[in-house]
């Protein structure tokens, strides 16, 4: 059973480029958490999707950031017009379930992380 | 507000000498606690977890922690460490109102000298 997959494992983005970044879950799960980590900090949550849903964004920045976990396919991180201060390792988590009743506190298992250095 | 505080940012020990971690969480009702570490440019691997029941949980690789709810705390203990412990451990909170998104501690980084 393949772990989180996530592409590509390192970025190198101009400022003013787009950044995209992929994450697979691991099978069977339905729920992916994007974190980033600054260098010498501890992770930061940026947002909880489900399929077609994006269900708690409160970590995004306002601007310039989005995700989306289409029907199909990877999760996708994108960052527009990169600035230096974007600079960091992105990972994503997956859990078989969500919060719900019984089902809360589901681990969550993350990727290899996605380190983006913009120049 | 859910916080994370781990006292140490940097601990160095003895192969084979015993390891305690530290790490306080801030939060209304019963957490869900976890550890993981993090082995330079990889990511991260789940150590242990507690969810209820027994207060002091194993987890992989010879590690345990104790939950002391009276302390607020969380500590990650080995007996006896490998040169191979050498990494960056993150202690973590779950369980917020509706999502599980996990509140982490700034880390602790581990060396292990010979």
């Known amino acids: 059973n393949a772990g989180v997959m996530q592409n590509p494992r390192h970025l190198v983005r101009r400022r003013g480029q787009e950044a995209r970044l992929r994450c697979s879950p691991m099978?069977?799960?339905?729920?992916v958490y994007w974190y980033r980590q600054l260098p010498e900090e501890g992770l930061k949550f940026m947002v909880y999707?489900?399929?077609?849903?994006?269900?708690?964004e409160s970590g995004m920045p306002k601007e310039r950031f989005s995700a989306e976990f289409p029907k199909e396919g990877p999760s996708i991180l994108r960052i527009q017009q990169v600035v230096r201060g974007d600079s960091a390792a992105y990972f994503c988590a997956s859990s078989p379930r969500g919060p719900s009743g019984q089902s809360r506190g589901e681990t969550q298992y993350f990727g290899p992380g996605t380190r983006l250095l913009v120049l | 507000a859910q916080s994370v505080t781990q006292p140490d940012i940097h601990i160095t020990v003895s192969e084979g000498a015993s390891l305690e971690l530290r790490c306080n969480y801030s939060y209304g009702a019963t957490p869900y606690l976890f550890w993981y570490v993090q082995s330079p440019g990889q990511g991260l691997q789940l150590l242990l977890k507690?969810?209820?029941?027994?207060?002091l949980v194993q987890g992989i690789k010879g590690f345990e922690a104790e939950f002391k709810r009276s302390q607020s705390s969380f500590n990650l203990r080995k007996p006896s460490v490998h040169w191979s412990d050498a990494a960056e451990y993150f202690c973590a909170v779950g369980r917020s109102y509706n999502t599980d998104k996990l509140i982490f501690g700034t880390g602790t980084r581990l060396q292990v000298f010979p």
């Open positions: 099978k069977g799960h339905s729920h």
């Open positions: 507690y969810f209820s029941g027994d207060t």
């Open positions: 999707l489900q399929k077609e849903n994006i269900i708690d």
